[in-house]
């Protein structure tokens, strides 16, 4: 296996874990869906200064947002919702709007990294490398220029 598939599946297993560990509760034996419908969620953020704000970006490239923890989900136009999977995403720390979204596409032009600054309602794509596709990323390595 190589060392990104390796970073990879060791990241989504973490944030598998911690989500669960988040979620369940001995007093409830039971899962409720919340949403947002719109297939396989690839990516979650939350805003740690906005409480209750969260992010998830699809498999699709669909982007959506909760104001309520999760209770309700509404879909935000999103540069990266054509082809491709909205594979991570992370929120600054510090920033209140700062947000992050890797994407990966079978067309490397649309594949890559793209930054928001106003909590997703506008985006601006980086420069990385080679346009690869961007699967991961760690929220205290995303305070970029």
């Known amino acids: 296996m190589n060392r990104v598939v390796s970073h990879l599946l060791l990241h989504r297993s973490v944030g598998i874990l911690c989500t669960l560990a988040a979620f369940c509760t001995a007093a409830s034996a039971q899962w409720k869906a919340l949403g947002p419908e719109g297939g396989p969620a690839y990516a979650v953020a939350a805003m740690p ?47 209140a709007g700062e947000l992050y979204a890797g994407l990966s596409d079978k067309d490397p032009s649309r594949a890559g990294l793209l930054k928001s600054v106003d909590g997703a309602k506008t985006w601006t794509r980086l420069t990385i490398p080679d346009s690869e596709d961007v699967l991961s990323l760690d929220r205290k390595s995303t305070r970029l220029n």
Not at 52 to 67: A, H, I, P
Not at 73 to 82: M, Q
């Open 49 to 95: 200064a906005q409480p209750g704000v969260v992010f998830v970006g699809t498999r699709s490239g669909s982007l959506f947002r909760s104001d309520d923890a999760g209770g309700s989900w509404k879909n935000v136009a999103f540069e990266g919702s054509s082809t491709g999977t909205l594979d991570a995403l992370a929120a600054a720390p510090c920033g």
